[in-house]
């Protein structure tokens, strides 16, 4: 499935070579060649990147599409005690790669794209305990938050949980702390602790990123 979207990505479009660049990321050589395809006559602009990352003996490539903040794309995070560089591959979805023997530990991709529907857009993630936050909207606006349990597998929300759309999330010791609006369009903070948060998961999490109800 996610083949096949980035190969549908690139069918029909004439892409030319921008720029290539390295950064070390988590221990990580990380060399990214950007491509560009521009049409101002249809107004489309599309991008493309094979991405090599390498460290020691081990080399992992793969391709990806849509857009990116190239030189920002790349996450380390430490799940179990290992580090792990999230990451992603189309505008949706999201990867973990183990950075000790770059071998891919989980790719997620949104099944609703393949059917022409919009998903959650991830640019930021960072950890908090055992789980994963990601920061992210759909197309720009509104910006909300969501959990990532990697054992089980299930995303919660935060929006929903918080009842605000955040405009910031940030990690203090055992609280997470979303800055956003309420629906009076009052700049309000609510925190929610881990165990809140893991109570949620068990009870309301799912198997894919969902849009807020609120």
């Known amino acids: 499935m996610l083949k096949q979207y980035i190969e549908d990505y690139q069918k029909g479009f004439e892409f030319f070579f921008c720029e290539r660049f390295t950064q070390e990321i988590g221990g990580v050589l990380i060399t990214v060649e950007v491509w560009l395809c521009e049409n101002f006559e249809r107004n489309e602009r599309r991008q493309k990147a094979r991405v090599t990352m390498e460290k020691g003996d081990a080399v992992y490539q793969c391709e990806c599409v849509d857009v990116h903040d190239w030189k920002r794309m790349v996450y380390p995070l430490v799940i179990d005690g290992k580090t792990v560089l999230c990451f992603r591959k189309t505008l949706y979805g999201f990867t973990l790669l183990d950075a000790e023997t770059l071998e891919e530990v989980y790719d997620y991709f949104p099944s609703e794209v393949t059917e022409g529907q919009e998903s959650f857009i991830m640019v930021d993630a960072v950890m908090f305990h055992d789980l994963i936050l990601f920061s ?32 910031a999330l940030a990690v203090e010791s055992d609280e997470i702390v979303l800055t956003g609006r309420d629906d009076k369009d009052q700049k309000v903070a609510v925190t929610l602790t881990y165990d809140e948060v893991k109570m949620q998961l068990a009870a309301q999490g799912t198997t894919s990123f969902t849009e807020p109800s609120i």
């Open 136 to 167: 992210g909207c759909y197309w720009a606006w509104p910006y909300w938050s969501v959990a990532y349990d990697h054992q089980s597998k299930r995303f919660l929300n935060l929006c929903d949980v918080s009842g605000i759309y955040d405009d």
